[in-house]
């Protein structure tokens, strides 16, 4: 996949962006943040682009880390689980009462 330029609206200006992002992805991107924009402008108009900006960052951020936090979490708990599956199958083969034996 080879770098690709696309030209975004957001906050009623025009970008130039290149990226090796696919279009379907770029199009969701771009979606989301002029989501943000717009309800962070709905809250409280604000005149100040930069403002507006700053918040929508912020905003998107704290997701994205409580998203990674919850992403590390399971990760640690799926580890766990399959920890003591190993476990258990392990003692019911040393024990021979799951039924299986070695040949």
Do not use: H, W
Not at 47 to 55: A, E, N
């Amino acid at each position: 996949m080879g770098e690709r330029v696309f030209t975004v609206q957001l906050m009623d200006r025009e970008f130039t962006i290149k990226t090796n992002e696919p279009s379907e992805r770029m199009q969701k991107v771009v979606e989301l943040v002029n989501e943000y924009l717009s309800k962070i402008q709905a809250q409280r108009p604000f005149k100040d682009r930069t403002t507006v900006s700053l918040l929508t960052a912020l905003n998107i951020t704290s997701e994205y880390v409580e998203v990674k936090e919850n992403k590390l979490a399971f990760e640690r708990e799926v580890k766990e689980k399959a920890r003591q599956l190993i476990s258990l199958v392990d003692n019911c083969l040393k024990e021979a009462s799951c039924g299986v034996r070695d040949r």
